[in-house]
């Protein structure tokens, strides 16, 4: 019944006296897939990883790994980390301080008591995979994060554990080693096809590495799909306003303005909201041949570099938008807006149609 | 100018606390300043002059054959007290980290447990410690000295090693359970080579209280010869104390606890560092 990945069951997870860090989770990995679970703050994401690497016991509900139980609390199951066969990359890393990279990437490789020139081949062979041959002398201390990233990586890998967990890998990098550091733990993924799940609560982690989000908040699952799916097709206000850069608007359907353009294709009922990615609604000032078009008054510009926003009044709703490139706007304008896309929530918040211009 | 002003004020406030120093330093040196003089001096002489007035000649005579009485009272101290103090360390940083990896109600209130234990008067267990001792055949011995200590201090190993264990990052000990490590291949390859501070201050702290006790080893001797301190003790006589020769005893006596702390103080300072600031990754 459970696949050969990572299976969890109706995973809940109370810390006393009533904290309700996860909430009836279900989720199925797929054998070497790279699953991101992302979520804000709080959201229990890293609760989740740990029970999985079994630094946490679940208060109820099972989790398998590669077709196996590991922790079911309705049978008392639970098997500790030591014995569970994954591999992890903590938030900092976690390297030891007194042991030199070699050492620290033997350690686990010394418990299953391999032979002194076994444990020397496959930390050469893990160290080549990840680059880091030349630092195999020195301590933590003498790395940058970058490396010591690299190393903490090569130290979960090295045992060619079921399955590799990483928490927030990449948080405490620099921006510009950062991007490298995704792409670089992407391809080490890939070509070692190993069952991954990275835990982050940066949507550009998440879409830079994930074959698959999570999306988790206040302890429960909100979306689980491709990172294109997300972004297109958000199943409710939380996903669609928490994903995508720069965020989503959010309006009240009724009296905004904005009513006019999906009236006819779509009923609003009372508590509706409309969404609309900056991205897929351009500002203008020549008059667009047709589509879902509004028109309003530029608040405010501003420039990211290579793209212009403007804040533009429509109605009573006040929304960002991109700026066509052809034309330059300035406060006070009257411009148009071509709508390429526009959700519609219901008073629940959840999407109930997507409206493409 | 107003940088000027700031340095001034900076430079009164090092005088001032040098000052601070300085008396400080003064009123500890003062009793081992008597110690030596009053070691150098005749009876006679060390009892009618000050305490703090010089010798008028330095004479090492006293400290001399006081030293060949004391050789054995202090390798008695010596084998006694060091393993005591290895080994209470040693069990108290096994009972620091079982305590920091459960961190349950269990723990906690052995934690509890273990600090009162730490504030019992000797008094109070007087009676069934000699009988216990004695009941193990080591009345008189230095094992049942060496056992006495250690029950006792144990406690306050644990408590000081559960204040250091309390600044290892946990990740650490996760990261090794997850690398596969049991708990005792995690206490010996990842936790104790980060306690070194902390070992290191507790077993100096706990080699200069048990140096220094004075109640066990009097409680579980018959004669002076067992601890260093009954045996300073020893120059206080029925009909009259011998003054110089205790002065010199005592002199000799505080030596070892001297030199341990200076030559190993840094790593002490070091230990109370790595309690306040966590340990450095």
Redesign the interface.
């Known amino acids: 019944m459970a696949g050969k990945g990572i299976r969890v069951e109706n995973l809940t997870k109370v810390f006393q006296p009533n904290v309700v860090a996860l909430d009836n989770v279900s989720l199925d990995v797929e054998k070497g897939e790279f699953l991101v679970v992302l979520g804000p703050s709080g959201s229990g994401k890293t609760t989740l990883l740990r029970i999985i690497?079994?630094?946490e016991r679940p208060t109820r509900g099972v989790v398998y790994i590669d077709g196996e139980a590991v922790a079911d609390p309705s049978k008392k199951l639970y098997i500790?980390?030591?014995k569970r066969d994954?591999?992890?990359v903590?938030?900092?890393w976690?390297?030891?301080?007194?042991m030199r990279v070699f050492d620290n990437i033997a350690?686990?490789l010394e418990?299953?008591g391999l032979s002194k020139s076994e444990i020397r081949r496959r930390v050469k062979e893990v160290a080549e995979v990840l680059g880091i041959q030349e630092l195999l002398d020195r301590y933590?201390?003498q790395l940058s994060g970058g490396q010591q990233q690299r190393v903490a990586l090569a130290?979960?890998l090295v045992?060619n554990p079921k399955v590799l967990l990483l928490d927030e890998p990449f948080s405490n990098l620099d921006a510009r080693v950062r991007v490298t550091a995704r792409t670089f733990v992407k391809k080490v993924q890939r070509s070692l096809g190993i069952t991954t799940v990275l835990v982050t609560h940066d949507q550009a982690d998440a879409f830079a590495v994930g074959d698959r989000i999570v999306v988790l908040n206040q302890g429960r699952i909100q979306q689980v799909g491709a990172p294109r799916e997300l972004y297109d097709e958000p199943a409710n206000l939380f996903t669609a306003s928490f994903i995508g850069d720069p965020p989503m608007n959010i309006v009240e359907a009724h009296a905004s303005g904005l009513e006019a353009i999906v009236s006819g294709k779509a009923s609003i009922g009372e508590g509706y909201r409309i969404g609309v990615r900056p991205d897929e609604a351009i500002a203008s000032k020549t008059p667009p041949p047709g589509g879902l078009v509004a028109t309003g008054v530029v608040d405010l510009v501003e420039s990211t570099g290579s793209r212009e926003y403007a804040i533009v009044n429509i109605g009573r709703a006040s929304l960002n938008v991109l700026v066509d490139p052809s034309s330059s706007l300035s406060p006070g304008e009257r411009v148009y807006i071509v709508f390429r896309k526009v959700h519609i929530f219901n008073e629940k918040g959840e999407r109930i149609a997507t409206i493409v211009g | 100018m107003a940088l000027g002003r700031v340095e001034l004020e900076f430079s009164a406030r090092v005088i001032a606390a040098s000052a601070v120093v300085v008396v400080f330093g003064l009123v500890w040196v003062i009793p081992i300043y008597g110690l030596l003089s009053g070691s150098l001096k005749s009876l006679a002489e060390v009892q009618g002059t000050p305490v703090l007035s010089p010798p008028s000649e330095l004479n090492f005579e006293t400290i001399a054959r006081v030293a060949r009485e004391l050789t054995g009272p202090l390798k008695n101290t010596f084998i006694t007290v060091l393993p005591v103090a290895a080994l209470a360390t040693w069990l108290g940083s096994l009972a620091a980290y079982s305590i920091y990896r459960r961190m349950d109600r269990v723990s906690d209130s052995i934690m509890v447990a273990i600090a009162i234990a730490t504030y019992i008067p000797y008094h109070a267990i007087l009676v069934p410690l000699i009988n216990l001792v004695k009941s193990l055949g080591l009345y008189d011995t230095l094992p049942g000295i060496a056992l006495a200590l250690l029950t006792y201090y144990t406690p306050m190993a644990a408590l000081l090693m559960v204040i250091f264990m309390s600044a290892i990052p946990r990740f650490y000990i996760e990261a090794a359970m997850v690398d596969g490590a049991g708990d005792l291949r995690v206490f010996r390859r990842v936790v104790l080579p980060l306690l070194g501070p902390g070992l290191t201050s507790t077993m100096i702290f706990l080699f200069i209280m048990t140096w220094n006790n004075f109640y066990i080893p009097l409680l579980l001797s018959r004669g002076y010869e067992t601890h260093i301190t009954l045996k300073i003790f020893s120059y206080v006589g029925q009909s009259g104390t011998l003054y110089n020769e205790m002065f010199a005893a005592s002199l000799l006596g505080s030596l070892p606890p001297l030199i341990v702390f200076l030559s190993l103080g840094r790593y002490f300072i070091r230990g109370l560092q790595a309690y306040g600031g966590g340990v450095k990754a």
């Open positions: 690497a079994g630094l500790p980390p030591q994954v591999g992890m903590f938030q900092n976690a390297l030891y301080p007194n350690f686990p418990i299953k933590p201390r130290r979960a045992k």
